[in-house]
């Protein structure tokens, strides 16, 4: 069933038949990203750090897709104002790194009230970090990211230059990739190799069926 308003915005019943649908182009996408991750990482072997970081940042934005897919099935939400985020590249930027910061202020707030191991502190993460979270709290961390990354589209500018040659109006050459800078490559990777573990960790959360991709450290 769907519903629809005047402002072409619509809304469906998660049925057991969506929910299987969210739940297969989830792990679609997620195993779309860890092809991409690991073309990152060849490239990164083979020095062209510009390519390996722009891979790096389009497999995050798939690991988010693949994230707020199988979060929509867990919630059993579905309609307009999710399905045009997940085609646009700022606000997929956004879900990722709102995803890490998220992750790591339950992880920084557990730490503080508790003594675990590295394994201990993300099981406890999982079944006890969202009692550390409120919406107050929450929105401290999701306004600085939208406005760096959907209004500003920040991420999604740095991604561009490291693909493109970018040409002013006098049609000169302004910047282009070149063979990019190692550093910026590492970054990339990491972040991404970050935001893969915690979608294999909600995957873990709901029990949906996975095959882990490659890990890079």
Known sequence: MITQDDNNS??????PS??????ESSLCCYRNACEIFEESFILY???????????????????????????CSFQSRWDSVIWKALNGHGEKQAISEGMIQLMEFMGSE??????????????A?????????????????????KRKYIKKRQRDKMKQNLF???????????????KG????????IKKTDGIK?????????????????????
């Open 10 to 15: 619509w809304t469906k019943v998660v049925t």
């Open 18 to 23: 969506l929910r299987k649908n969210l739940r």
């Open 45 to 71: 072997e083979s020095e062209r750090y510009s390519r390996s970081a722009a891979l790096a940042i389009l497999a995050e934005e798939e690991f988010g897709k693949a994230f707020f897919l199988a979060n």
């Open 110 to 123: 557990i730490e503080k009230s508790s003594s675990f191991s590295k394994l201990q502190r993300e099981q």
């Open 125 to 145: 993460i999982s079944t006890f970090g969202h009692l550390y979270l409120n919406k107050e709290r929450v929105n401290q961390i999701i306004e600085p990211i």
């Open 164 to 178: 493109y040659v970018s040409i002013n109006k006098e049609g000169t050459v302004v910047s282009s990739p070149g």
């Open 181 to 188: 800078i190692q550093l910026d490559a590492e970054k990339c």
């Open 197 to 217: 573990k915690i979608v294999e960790l909600h995957y873990n959360e709901i029990n949906l069926s996975f095959e882990c991709g490659p890990t890079h450290n």
